[in-house]
C-alpha cells in the first residue's frame, strides 16, 4: 500500500461517508436541543431508522420508500418522546434514555427475519466522474444523494437559525420558553416539530448505515453513534458548523487508526481505539473555548420542562 | 379615539388562595392609573388576565364596550393591549433587534425604520444588534416598551416597572409614561411604592386579599392614608438612631479587592477597599447587576479571590471557606433565598442544620442528632417569630417573610459579630420588611456589625450609618448617611458623580 495521491483522496472520501450518519443525527438533534428540548433517545431514534429502512427496502425492494420510511419512523418513535416531555411533562433525561433502551429492543426483535439478507446496492451520483478525475475525483463524485445533503445540511442548519424567522423563533424558544410563550408563541407546538425532525435525521442517519454504508441490519449496527452525535452537539457549543468539523475529524481519526492498527504501528490499539473520542473533543474544545460565545448559543432552558399557566 | 377599558367582576382562585376576588373596575385613555398593592394582593395576577396569560375563573374585560376573550397573549396583542411585565420577557442571548422582530409582520428594513423612529421620538438610546443580556436594566425595560408601542397600543400595562431602575430612569420612563398617556394610550401603572402614584398617577385603585378596597383621586391621598388602605392597619413608623461611632474599631477590612471574570453574565470588580466598624451598618446602594452578587460571594467566601486582604477580627480570612468563615462568628444572608440560603424541599429543621457550627453538635459520629436540632429550630421560630411551630414543615410552604424571618434567625442565633446581607426585603411585604428592619436595627443596638447590600435606596437610607455606591464593579466614596439623600444615590447608582 502506497500513500500516493489517488489513495489520499479515496481515503477522504471514506472519511467523508463514514461521518455521515454523525452529521445527520447531531445536526437534527442540535434543532431539537436549540428550542430547549433535550432528547438523549437519538441512539435509539437512529437504530430504529436503521432496521425499517432495510425492512422497507427487502419488503417493497424500492430503496426511496426505505429512506422516506425510516424518516417517518423517526418521526414516530421521537413522536413518543414528544409526546411523554411535552404533553405529559416528563423528565427530559429520563424519557430519552427510556426510548434509546426501546428503540434498541424493538429494533432486534423487529430484525431478526432480516440478518444474514443481502442489501441492495443504492445507486451513486456521478461515477464516471470519480474515475476519471484524480485525488478530487473520489472526494467530491460518486457518493449516494444522502452525503450530499449531509454535508450541505449543517450550513442550512445554520442559515436557518441565523437568518429565517423560524430559525428565531427556534432559539428564542430555547432561551426563555416563558418569555415566548408571553409574547403568544405556542412553545409546545415549536417544540413538537424540533423533536419530530430531530427524529427524521436520525431515522435517515440510521438507515444511511443499513441501506449504504454497510448494506444490511446486523443488530445493534449503529454502536454508539448516537451518542458519539448527542457529544458532538454538546461540544460543538451548538453550532452546526462546528458539528461538521466534529464529526469530521471523528470519522477521519476512526478510519485513519483503522489504518494504522492495519499497518501495524508499535501503539496499543486499545489506544488507537479510543483516539478518535479524545481528539474530537480536544479540537472541539478548543475551538470554542470563547465562553462569551458559548453563552450566546447555550439554549439556556434546555432539558427543563415547560408548562403554561393556565 | 379615546379608549374605554372596563373589567367587571373577575374571579381567579388558585388552590388555596383567593387571588382576584370579584375585581371591577373602569380606566379611560387620557389618564394614569394605579393599580396599588402589597406583594399577593392580586394585582400581578389581574394583569395577567389583561395580558391573556392567564384565563379568569369568572368575570369579563370590555374594551369600548366589546367584551374581549383573551385565552392567549396573542388575544391581547390583537385587541392593542401592551404589558411590559416586572420580570422581563426578553430573550437574553438574542439581540435587540431579534428580540423585537420576533413577532413583527413586516420585513426587516422597514422594522429597522420604525424602531429608529421610536428610539429617535422618545430619546432612548439603544444599540439594536448587541445581545439583550449586555444591557443595563433600564435598557432592557425600553426594549419591552419599544416592542409594545411597535404596535400602537391602545392599552399599556406597566408591572412595577421602577423596581430595577435608578432614580433617573425612573425620571426618564415617569417623563416617557406621560407622553404616551397624552397621545391617548391607557396607562395602568402597578406598584406597590406609594411615592410614585402620587407623582404620576391621576387615579389610584388600591387592592388588598385579592379585593379592591379602594378607587379614588390620587390629588386627594397622601402616602399616609395610601399606605394604611394597603395595609389596613396602622403601621409604626421605625427610625434608626445613627451610631456616630468615630472611635470605634474597625472590625471587618477589606483590601484589594478585585475580580475578574470571563463570564459575560458576571460583572468585574475593581480594587474595592472599605471597612466596618463594631455596631455600625455599612450599606452598599446599587442597581442589581454592578457586582452585588460577585462581592457578595467574595465576602462570604463562596469566590476566593487572590491577593485580596480580608481583615476580620483581626485574623486574615481571605482564603477560608464560607464554613470557616462562620466559625469566626460571620453570618450571611444571600439575595435569593429559595435557592441560595434554602433548600425548599428540605424540612425547616433540616434547613437549620444546613448551618452547623462545631459547637452546635448537630451531628454525632456521622448521625443526624434530630432531637438536638429540631429543639435549636424551635427556639428559632418562637425567637424570631415565624409564623409556624411546626419546624417537619416543608419550606417551601412558608411565604418569603417567613422564610426569609427563618434564615436570619438562623444565622443570627449564633450571635455573630458581623452579618452580611443582600437585599433581606426583596419582595417582602410591608409588615415582615418592617419586622426585618427592626431586627436589624436591634443587630446594631447590640454592637454588632452589619453590611447590607441593598438595591432599595429607602431601605439603605433608613438602616445605614454609612453608604457607599457599587456601579459597574467600582465602590464609590463612602458616606456618611446623613450627608446622602436619595437623589445624591441616584446619580451615583447611574454612573454619574456628585462632587
Known sequence: ?310 | MATDLRISNISKIYPGCIANDNVSLQFKSGKIYALLGENGAGKSTLVKILSGVVSPDNGEVFLNEKNLKLSSPLDAKKNKIGMVFQHFNLFETLSVFENLSIDATEDNESLRVRINEILKKYNFSIDLDVPVLNLSAGQKQKVEIIRCLLRSPKVLIMDEPTSVLTEQETEELFISLKKFCDEGILIIYITHKLKEVLSLCDEVAVMRKGKVVSVSQTQNERVETLANKMVGQKLAKIKKKINISKNKDEIFKVKHLNFYSDDPFETNLVNLNFSVKKGECLGIAGISGNGQNELFQILSGEIITPDTSIIFRNKEIAKLNPKQRREYLMAFSPEDRISQAAVPELKIYENVALNNFKSSNFFEKGLVNEKKIKEHSKKILSDFSVNTDNVELKSQFLSGGNLQKLILGRELITAPELLICYNPTWGLDVGAINYIHETLIKINDQEKSTILISTDTEELLKLSDRIAVIYKGKLSKIMPSEEVTPEKLGVLMGGGSID
Open chain 1, 1 to 310: 500500500m502506497s500513500l500516493d495521491i489517488s489513495f489520499i483522496g479515496i481515503l477522504i472520501g471514506s472519511i467523508m461517508a463514514s461521518s455521515v450518519p454523525l452529521i445527520l443525527a447531531a445536526s437534527g438533534e442540535l434543532i431539537a436541543e436549540r428550542s430547549g428540548v433535550l432528547n438523549l433517545g437519538v441512539e435509539g431514534m437512529m437504530i430504529i431508522g436503521a432496521i425499517s429502512g432495510f425492512a422497507l427496502m427487502v419488503i417493497t425492494d424500492n430503496l426511496f420508500i426505505a429512506i422516506v420510511g425510516s424518516m417517518l419512523s423517526g418521526v414516530i418513535i421521537s413522536l413518543i418522546f414528544g409526546f411523554l416531555t411535552q404533553s405529559l411533562l416528563t423528565n427530559h433525561v429520563a424519557t430519552g434514555l427510556a426510548l434509546t433502551i426501546f428503540g434498541i429492543g424493538l429494533s432486534a426483535m423487529l430484525g431478526k427475519n432480516f440478518v444474514g439478507i443481502p442489501g441492495k446496492e443504492f445507486p451513486i451520483l456521478f461515477s464516471s466522474l470519480k474515475e476519471s478525475i484524480p485525488f478530487f475525483g473520489p472526494i467530491l463524485f460518486g457518493h449516494s444523494i444522502v452525503l450530499y445533503f449531509a454535508f450541505a445540511l449543517p450550513f442550512l442548519t445554520n442559515y436557518f437559525l441565523k437568518k429565517t424567522k423560524l430559525g428565531l423563533v427556534v432559539r428564542a424558544v430555547g432561551d426563555s420558553p416563558v418569555s415566548a410563550s408571553n409574547q403568544g408563541i405556542n412553545v409546545i407546538l415549536v417544540r413538537y416539530c424540533c423533536i419530530l425532525y430531530g427524529g427524521a435525521m436520525c431515522g435517515l442517519a440510521g438507515a444511511y448505515l443499513s441501506l449504504i454504508y454497510t448494506p444490511q441490519w446486523i443488530e445493534n449496527m449503529t454502536a454508539g453513534r448516537g451518542w458519539i452525535a448527542l457529544a458532538l452537539v454538546v461540544f460543538a457549543t451548538w453550532s452546526p458548523i462546528k458539528v461538521l468539523i466534529g464529526a469530521l475529524i471523528f470519522g477521519g481519526i476512526t478510519i485513519l487508526q483503522l489504518h494504522m492498527q492495519a499497518i501495524g504501528f508499535r501503539i496499543p490499539v486499545q489506544f488507537l481505539s479510543a483516539l478518535p473520542y479524545l481528539m474530537t473533543i480536544i479540537v472541539l474544545v478548543v475551538i470554542s473555548r470563547d465562553s462569551r460565545k458559548i453563552k450566546l448559543n447555550t439554549p439556556t432552558s434546555l432539558g427543563r420542562i415547560f408548562y403554561k399557566e393556565k
